[in-house]
């Protein structure tokens, strides 16, 4: 062997040794020797290599830099067309991102100083809702939404075919499959009678309250119906999701034969543009500057006509603000008789107001700041102050991971489904007996979902009858629990799987669960 | 599922919107509205080998004058019904003509002449010799009723198959 001429006496030394490491040794040398590092070698281990030089201090990338840039320049130069066509979709894109992210900053740092009128405002909404009657919410939404996109529909832009729509719960209207084309006839048409030029495209069309906002691109139109006047916001969602719809489906659109298939999951891009946005955004500041100098003139004035506060009732407002749940008493400071609360305050809590009347005290001499927050004592699902107990609220969880799956199209359990629903009622029993005790009445809605894309009638009575479908079996196992549950087929709007891939998917969203609701028996 | 455009072209009168509202609604009326501009309908069909379609239905205002046709109502159409009324022999000249036209725009498309109001036989001008002829320009041709419904189905069936089968709009 070729090791023992250039070692002579190597085994000699190596005889001591374990026959393992005998091996190691004689393998290393060889490969020591041999040195064949072939091109077909490096190239296997080339990618390795690279990023395991790059680990750490990036010395490869640093390395690098100035060749990759001598190499795009020479491209460059030689075929521009290539890189800009490559490059188009993200510079848009990013150049928009850059202005928004600016205007973002820019109107988040005006608004954190503003934010505190909207506290005052939604004390004078409180007040308006308790004196006109209207939900609080209600008010909240009319004043506070400016605009909202409530359906999106793609359309082939040559055959005016719909390719998918998406739109906001529980908005219902004409077919979308015959409104699709239809737009771009009327668009067509607005086109046509006003003689605009070709390159002029008709981008937005009013009509009651309603814009329909449209984008073009090179296949595919995107229309959104957005209540109200839409923003530059709507607009530039709209240009972001053509670009990116362009960018993974350009090669479907090239190939388009009317199938809809290889459309499948493009929902999720459509729905970035279900947006709405809030009417206080851009015309804050007046409001701001009013309230604060009211605020501001109220105080002197208080602070001018009023005596001195008996040390008392102040005593007893604080505590019993304190005490209210989602009103915090972070500061009081007296001065010439006049006090100045600081508060924190849950828009869900009861006015500070009320509380005062409640221990007979007149918050004339008094100056309220109240800042807005959150309070973990209030959840969303339980308008009562007392916290849910955690035994029912676990009884719930598992009653929500129930699901029971039916066959296409028909309320039919699918098979081996008995226990399923044997333990979902057991637990239903359970729940009500538990939450009686606790002094919480509970009831459950059994929601029945169904498969697809589209929120039609089809949807909606598949899912109603399988939420029935379930309701009769509890009826089965236990007629006392009819008087809990209700009842309900929402369709595709909370499927299990909101985009579906798979026939998997489509057999999971084939299906009814379940959602309890507690309220505290008052 | 696939989704395909169809459009039904004709003089007025012959009775493209009864066809569609039969095929569609399966009802008729004698009462004539002129339609005006165009409307779109949609009927989804599983052909016999199980596929999934769904025609967008393009109904089309009459013109005698094919040429000012507005070449958007047409654009992206996988197929076409030329629609002739039997009682009215100028319907079938016209209906030739329209058919010659569409060829050239759209050598690719499918289509079906369509002789309407069979139901009053009696009253045709129209002869075997003339649809012969017809036969020529294109690959298929019904007679049909919107009143009674005769071949109506057949008609939209036959061409949706033909047209599913395209790997291209
Ligand atoms: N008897 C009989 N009458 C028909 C038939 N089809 C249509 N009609 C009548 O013919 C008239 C015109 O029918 P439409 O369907 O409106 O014709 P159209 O081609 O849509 O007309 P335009 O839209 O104006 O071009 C109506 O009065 C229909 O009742 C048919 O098969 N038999
Ligand atoms: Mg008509």
């Known amino acids: ?522 | 599922m696939i989704k395909k455009k169809l459009c039904l072209l004709g003089i007025l009168g012959v009775g493209k919107t009864s066809l569609i509202k039969k095929y569609v609604q399966n009802i008729f009326s004698e009462n004539y509205l002129v339609t005006v501009g165009v409307k779109v309908d949609k009927k989804n069909i599983v052909l016999p080998d199980g596929q999934e379609v769904v025609l967008i239905i393009w109904d089309m205002e009459g013109q005698d004058d094919f040429r000012n046709f507005a070449d958007s109502y047409l654009r992206g159409l996988s197929g076409y019904f030329v629609v002739a009324d039997g009682t009215r022999r100028e319907s079938l000249s016209t209906a030739k003509s329209i058919a010659l036209t569409m060829k050239n725009m759209f050598p690719n498309a499918e289509s079906t002449f369509l002789i309407n109001k069979a139901d009053l036989k009696e009253q045709w001008k129209t002869t075997e010799a003339d649809i012969i002829e017809l036969n020529f320009c294109n690959s298929s041709c019904y007679k049909t009723s919107a009143k009674t419904g005769e071949n109506v189905e057949e008609a939209f069936v036959d061409i949706a198959a033909r047209m599913a089968k395209k790997d291209h709009v």
């Open chain 1, 1 to 522: 062997m070729s090791d023992e001429k250039e070692n002579p006496g190597l085994d000699e030394r190596l005889k001591d040794l374990d026959p393992q490491e005998i091996y190691n040794i004689k393998a290393l040398m060889k490969r020591m020797q041999g040195g064949n590092i072939t091109p077909v070698a490096v190239g296997k281990t080339l990618p390795e290599a690279v990023l395991i030089g790059d680990e750490g201090s990036q010395r490869l990338s640093k390395s690098m830099t100035g060749i990759t840039e001598r190499s795009i320049a020479a491209s460059v130069e030689e075929n521009p067309e290539a890189l800009t066509t490559a490059l188009f979709p993200i510079i848009g894109s990013a150049i928009r991102k850059a202005l928004e992210k600016f205007l973002a900053e820019f109107m988040d740092s005006m608004n954190r100083g503003l934010e505190k009128t909207l506290s005052v405002k939604r004390l004078q909404w409180r007040y308006e809702s308790i004196k006109t009657g209207v939900p609080y919410l209600e008010i909240v939404l009319r004043e506070t939404i400016q605009y909202r996109v409530e359906h999106v529909f793609l359309i082939h832009k040559k055959t005016g075919i719909l390719i998918k729509d998406v739109s906001i719960e529980g908005k219902t209207g004409p077919d979308s499959d015959m409104v699709a084309p239809m737009l771009s006839v009327i668009r067509d048409y607005i086109k046509d009678s006003m003689a605009l030029k070709k390159s002029e495209e008709v981008d937005s069309i009013k009509a009651g309250a309603h814009t329909i906002m449209v984008e073009d691109g090179p296949y595919a139109t995107l229309a959104l119906f957005v209540r109200g006047n839409a923003d530059i916001k709507a607009r530039t969602a709209a240009q972001e999701v053509l670009e990116t719809v362009h960018l993974r489906y350009g090669s479907v659109f090239k190939a388009f034969s009317g199938n809809m298939k290889p459309f499948d999951g493009v929902e999720s891009l459509l729905k970035r543009c279900l947006i709405s946005q809030g009417r206080q955004s851009e015309k804050k500041k007046p409001v701001y500057a009013i309230s604060l100098l009211s605020i501001i003139l109220l105080a002197f004035l208080t602070f001018g006509i009023l005596g001195i506060v008996s040390g008392q009732s102040r005593k007893a407002l604080i505590k019993s603000l304190d005490a209210e749940p989602g009103i915090v008493v972070v500061s009081s400071k007296t001065l010439f008789g006049k006090t100045k609360l600081k508060l924190l305050q849950d828009p869900r809590a009861k006015m500070a107001q009320d509380v005062a009347s409640s221990v007979k005290t007149s918050l004339l001499r008094y100056t309220l700041v109240s800042e807005p927050y959150l309070s973990p004592l209030f959840s969303d699902s339980m308008p009562a102050n007392k916290a849910v107990p955690e035994e029912l609220l676990a009884l719930g969880r598992k009653l929500a991971e129930i699901v029971l799956y039916f066959e296409q199209d028909s309320d039919e359990l699918r098979t081996g489904q008995e226990g399923a629903v044997r333990e979902a009622g057991n637990i239903l029993s359970e729940l009500i007996g538990k939450s009686a005790a606790y002094g919480f009445s509970t009831s459950v809605d059994i929601v029945g979902h169904a498969a697809g894309n589209v929120q039609d009638e089809a949807a909606l009575l598949i899912s109603d009858i399988r939420a029935k479908k379930a309701f009769a079996l509890f009826a089965e196992i236990n007629t006392h629990l009819v008087n809990y549950v209700k009842a309900l087929g929402l369709g595709i709007s909370e499927p299990l799987v909101p985009i579906e891939l798979t026939e998997e998917d489509r057999i999971k969203n084939r299906s009814v669960t379940f959602k309890a609701i507690f309220e505290q028996i008052k």
